[in-house]
């Protein structure tokens, strides 16, 4: 669904992506792992074309968006969805507003249609409940679903998330992992997942690639990178088998309302 090839992208004197390669295939899970302020957020933004590369290409079904022009990206950009790191809702809007907003926007649909697919889209993450609260009242985890239903309004093939773990209790963490997964298998989406959290990676990720002073120095199943050699995915998955013992692994069923 999309390859990066050769991607390199320096702010200054700073060079941050140093020649990334990466499939992401379609219909997955695909999560983007690394140390904090490696650079994985900015490969996110060149995924959905929010920034230009240095060099190299970003294919998306066929097409290298880096040699679109802004009218192409907007249509392409259409095709995805996304999470932001802490939700991004507009605190001046209730949660169906929020959900409502993309679809004002983007579509030519009725009123009555617009409310009919809002209402849909939240019972999909359990928070139909909430439509009428404003995002002052949710609690962290509801405020992650609350945008997850709002990156699903287009009804994307594609949806990005930036961090959508962060600031969250294991538990949570956890939950929103299986939220991710469960939506994803419902829509056959191809989703791709900025994250640290190795273990929601393990019980939630198809796929897991690390970037890594500017490139990914491994990709594969969560199984195929336990055993990968290199000492900084060791020291990724040193942490999973120690976290593990403290909080679980197993899967947890969803739980409404948290």
């Known amino acids: 669904m999309i390859k990066i090839i050769n991607l390199h992208k320096s702010f200054g004197p700073q060079k941050v992506l140093r020649g990334v390669n ?5 219909g997955k899970i695909t999560f983007i792992m690394g140390r904090s302020g490696t650079g994985k957020s900015v490969l996110l933004k060149h995924i959905i074309g929010l920034m230009e590369p240095d060099e190299g290409q970003i294919i998306v079904d066929g097409q290298d968006i880096t040699k679109m022009s802004a009218k192409e990206l907007l249509k392409i950009r259409k095709r995805f969805g996304m999470l932001f790191q802490e939700g991004a809702l507009f605190d001046s809007m209730t949660v169906g507003e929020n959900v409502a907003f993309p679809l004002y926007e983007h579509t030519k649909l009725s009123e009555k249609e617009i409310w009919q697919r809002v209402r849909e889209k939240l019972a999909q993450v359990d928070l139909l ?33 930036d961090e959508p773990t962060t600031g969250l209790d294991p538990v949570m963490q956890l939950n929103i ?14 989703c791709v997942v900025i994250s640290h959290d190795i273990i929601v990676a393990r019980a939630t990720a198809d796929r897991i690639a690390f970037l890594h002073e500017g490139v990914i120095i491994a990709q594969g199943s969560p199984e195929e990178i336990a055993r990968f050699p290199h000492p900084f995915v060791q020291e990724f998955w040193q942490t999973l088998e120690l976290g593990s013992k403290e909080v679980g692994h197993e899967e947890r069923p969803f739980e409404p309302g948290t």
């Open 22 to 26: 990466l499939e992401i295939p379609k």
């Open 129 to 161: 409940g909430a439509i009428d609260k404003m995002p002052s009242e949710l609690s962290g985890g509801m405020k992650k679903r609350a945008a997850l239903a709002r990156a699903l309004a287009l009804e994307p093939e594609i949806v990005l998330f």
């Open 177 to 190: 992992g299986f939220l991710i997964k469960k939506t994803q298998q419902q829509h056959k989406l191809t």
